[in-house]
Structure formats: C-alpha cells, structure tokens
C-alpha cells in the first residue's frame, strides 16, 4: 500500500562543542529515507538548536517501511573543509502500521556516534499516512504481520528480477505470491495462511485461487 512518510525536525540540545574557536557548534540536520535526501537549515553558533523545520515528506510503500528504518544524521556546518559528522539517530517506522498503534512517533532522541558514544540529543516526530486501498485484511494488524511473516521468513523464496526480490503483492482483495522451489514455499506459506486466518477471522478462498507456473 503506498503512503506517506512524514518527519519534522524541532530541535537538538547539549550538542558537543565542535568549533574550538567559539567552543559552539553550527548543526544542521540530514534526513534519509531509502535513496531520499532531505536537509534543515544550518543553525550557527548554538549547542541547543532550534530548526523547526517544514515537514520533509517521502513517497513510500509500507514495504519499504518494514524493512529500513529512518535515518537522522547531525552534522557540524563548516564552510572551508568537509562537514563534520556528530551522530546518527536510527528510527524504526514499523511499529506506525498498526492500526490500533499510535499514528506518530515523537520526542528526543540521543545522538549516537560509534566512537564517542552519545553526543546529544533530537527532537524529532514522525508520521505515517497510509492510502486506502480495498484490503480491509491489509489494514488490519494481524494483516501487517501476515504479509511481514511472508517477507521475513526464510523458507518461502521469492522471485529475483534485475536484483530486486518479490515474494508478496497486494492488489485490492487480492495476493500475489511470486514464488521459487515450490513444494517448499507453497507448504510453509498455507502454514501461515491457516494460522492467521484463525487469528484475524478473516478467510482467503483458496478454491478461488491460481496457481501459474513458468
């Protein structure tokens, strides 16, 4: 399902003091999503920044969701030489598909850098919106876990194009499976298919069901 992923970065503070001259920092902010870029403003001479920054918003499907977390790099502005990294912020989007879950992930973050250790914090919230389509399964949280499960699982193998993988699809009321060595994905997917529908209340026709084969 596509959607859209939102983030709106407020604020940083007890940044590590990066330029020795003014014993301050000039911080600005990189925000990635998949192959998306976004940047703040750069706040001068300030250990506790505030960027209030406009919402940057990334075009996603919930796959993409699941599988890649946010990425929210500080780094210290310097106009002569290279920017200066103070520390990542890694922020899992998952847990912003449940229905029945909060819609926005939201406060302060610390500010981790692998050799310093921490090195401040942000403040940062994020928002997802989900477009609605036709699969009122999809929608609901065992439908996330039912299609996660699907991808996540190492026994059901899936078709690779061009270096990209696809295992599951959904089209309105309907799956796509695109699966390799079939006697055994097959088995482990109605595996999962009968325990979900158990769970969910909700029932896939299999005697509906095709099967192609290439």
Not at 15 to 21: G, I, N, T
Not at 63 to 76: G, H, R, S, Y
Request: hydrophobic letters at 35%; charged letters at 25%; aromatic letters at 10%.
């Amino acid at each position: 399902m596509p959607g859209k992923l939102k983030v709106k970065i407020v604020a940083g503070r007890h940044l590590p003091v990066m330029d020795r001259a003014s014993d301050l920092t000039d911080a600005f902010v990189e925000v990635k999503f998949g192959n998306t870029t976004f940047k703040t403003d750069v706040y001068p001479k300030s250990l506790n920044p505030q960027w209030n920054s406009e919402w940057f918003k990334f075009e996603v499907d919930d796959e993409d969701l699941q599988d890649e977390p946010l990425q929210i790099t500080v780094l210290d502005h310097d106009t002569y030489s290279a920017n200066d990294a103070i520390g990542k912020v890694y922020i899992d989007i998952d847990p912003l598909l449940y229905t029945e879950a909060a819609t926005v992930i939201s406060g302060w973050f610390p500010i981790y850098d692998t050799i310093h250790g921490i090195r401040g914090e942000i403040n940062v919230v994020v928002k997802v919106d989900l477009f609605n389509d036709l699969n009122r399964f999809r929608q609901s949280s065992c439908g996330v876990k039912f299609f996660c499960t699907i991808r996540l699982n190492v026994n059901i193998n899936r078709v690779k194009i061009r270096g990209d993988e696809y295992k599951v699809v959904e089209y309105g009321d309907d799956i796509l499976l695109t699966l390799t060595n079939p006697l055994d994905s097959l088995c482990e997917t109605l595996t999962l298919i009968n325990q979900y529908t158990m769970l969910s209340g909700y029932k896939l026709y299999l005697t509906k069901s095709k099967v192609n084969r290439n």
